[in-house]
């Protein structure tokens, strides 16, 4: 591992009662990046994610996690990594001061008091301090986890799904603090199902059934998928959209609130087609292929 790689792994599986989760999974994350990492539930992302940290021992495959071996060494990997499970887990019964005081000294922090002053302060948690963490709002107990798992200053960031039945103007705020951590050099990898949040990664793999089907920036991944998009507007999208999807050489066929999100490889097909289903009321015209309907193409075909 160079100095600028904090996650290098090749061939990682996991076999759970003779049925592989994850399926020989590569990875390499830089210093710095904030990766999203996506796929539907039950793709193995959690799975992978625990692996890294030491909580899980892979079945096959190798590699390192902040230049430490992941089967050899994970007791050296987590006192440097801030882990977040998808549930709150934290507890519901004590204040927020006193979550954030009980983590400190399980990490057996120094300068306690003056530490948790100062994360409250940057994370914005102030006027919750004495407030139990079962009475905080979904953003702000993720808010709070965040905190709970950067305390430490550790290395890597691994957040499974963090943002989950949180509101959007939290969902940003929680994002902008990821950023504010990735400037300083933090490294973050997040699984998350939302297109927008994987927008704001520097880098991006897709899984599912335990394989991974995609990775790279949103650029490449758009590039790689060769899909053309158009977008058709107007009255009896209804009656048209089954047309469309019966039409050879076009692949997706999705509404988005009035209007149709048509793919497929060339975009002469998909005029043609439009045009053959189309009224002079209906406008159309090409598009840019969004994430998520790169994802979607990826899933098609795919079986369990």
Known sequence: MNDQTVIDVKGVTKIFDKRTVVDGLDMQVKKGEIYGFLGPNGSGKTTFIRMLCGLLHPDGGSGTCLGHDIITESDQIKPQVGYMAQKFSLYGDLTVQENLDFLARAYQLPNRKKLISDAIERMGLGRFTNQLAD??????????????????????????????????????????????????????????????EAERCHRLAYIAYGKL??????????EQS?????????PRLNEMTPLLRATEGIDQVVAFGNTLHISGRDSNIIERGIRAVASAENSFNPSETSLEEVFIDLMQGMNP
Request: glycine share 10%; net charge negative.
């Open 135 to 196: 009475s905080l709002s979904g953003g702000w107990k993720q808010r709070l986890a965040l905190t709970g798992c950067t305390l430490h200053s550790p290395k890597l960031l691994l957040l499974d799904e963090p943002t989950a039945g949180v509101d959007p103007s939290a969902r940003r705020d929680f994002w902008d603090e990821v950023h504010n951590l990735a400037a300083q050099g933090i490294t973050a990898l997040i699984s998350t199902h939302y297109m927008d």
């Open 226 to 234: 060769g899909l053309h998009t158009w977008t058709l507007k107007g």
């Open 213 to 222: 089907l995609a990775k790279g920036t949103l650029e490449e991944l758009i």
